[in-house]
């Protein structure tokens, strides 16, 4: 079956803990609150471009355990299609976030689990799903041979390939290459290209030194609070960000932005159009604590974009 939208990525357990500040190294803090929940890139991404109106198929590893079966229900609630391996040997990964109340800022270690089991062969078994996409997401919690897999049969089908390089690491030469839009934040721009982030001069520099190594299309480095920057044949410009209302929480909201953006590119909405789409679907989401539980919903995200 056909969808419009293909995300491969990680599903993993959200335990949430928020606290008043964020704990030193060898230090114990008593906490305000938890939550356990759904969580991952991955599965963010899908849930956030499912939710905002895309028809979407999600592609991962889970383990047939409890947090598998969250998996399934969360998918199941936002309307996204899990083209998942489900692995009777393996756990489903889980995530410990450490969330700082006055700020939202916040602090992340993910185990993988199962989804870190992913293959190319499971990349192959999906060709035709991949092939049969407008626009194909993935990120680097998988394995980055399997994600590179994922982007050249996407690429090679003439799908329009979205790479958010998420966490940062070393890429295979080329990589970039098989790219249309690739969606850093200011540490992973860094890493990619050894330029510092800290203004929008720099940022520009940073996405042209990402299209200097072959990002085929445009390359958007997203800027928190701040919005994003995006640099493409126009030209470099700001996007400016939204406010929907007091931030809860921005743990999700790198996710909400390229689940949001994939959604727009998959109706045929222009980059500029497509971006202040992702810009309202990221700002909906802050407002809310959790990850896939704060992505907005479509009414939600076109009643802030008519204001």
């Excluded at 489903?92 to 700082?100: N, R, Y």
């Excluded at 090679?156 to 940062?168: I, K, S, Y």
């Amino acid at each position: 079956m056909a969808h419009d939208i293909v995300i491969l990525g990680v599903f993993v357990a959200d335990a949430a803990f928020r606290c008043t500040r964020l704990p030193r190294l060898g230090e114990t803090l008593i906490g305000t609150g938890f939550a356990l929940g759904p969580g991952g890139k991955g599965s963010n991404q899908a849930v956030a471009a499912a939710k905002a109106g895309g028809d979407v198929g999600f592609l991962a590893r889970i383990g047939t355990d409890t947090f598998g079966d969250m998996g399934m229900a969360t998918w199941a609630a936002a309307g996204v299609t899990p083209l998942v391996i489900r692995d009777p040997d393996r756990a489903t990964g889980a995530a410990g976030i450490f969330i700082e109340e006055t700020e939202g800022r916040n602090a992340i270690v993910i185990s993988p689990g199962a989804a870190a089991a992913i293959t190319v062969a499971d990349i192959e078994a999906r060709a035709d799903e991949i092939g049969a996409a407008k626009v194909a997401v993935t990120q680097l919690e998988q394995p980055v041979e399997v994600a590179e897999r994922f982007l050249r049969r996407a690429s090679e089908a003439g799908v329009t390939t979205v790479f958010n390089p998420a966490p940062a690491a070393a890429l295979p030469e080329g990589m970039l290459t098989l790219c249309d839009y690739v969606t850093p934040n200011e540490a992973e721009a860094e890493a990619l290209t050894g330029i510092a982030v800290t203004d929008h001069d720099s940022a520009a520099g940073a996405a042209a030194a990402l299209m200097a190594q072959g990002v085929r299309r445009g390359a958007i480095i997203t800027l928190g609070g701040d919005g994003a920057l995006v640099l493409d044949a126009g030209g470099a410009r700001h996007v400016p960000a939204m406010r929907a209302g007091p931030v809860v929480d921005t743990t999700g909201a790198g996710d909400a932005f390229n689940g949001g953006f994939a959604c727009a590119l998959a109706e045929g909405r222009g980059l500029d159009d497509a971006l202040r789409f992702a810009t309202a679907v990221a700002a909906l989401s802050v407002t809310l604590p959790g990850t896939a539980a704060s992505m907005p919903a479509r009414a939600e995200v076109e009643a802030l974009l008519a204001r």
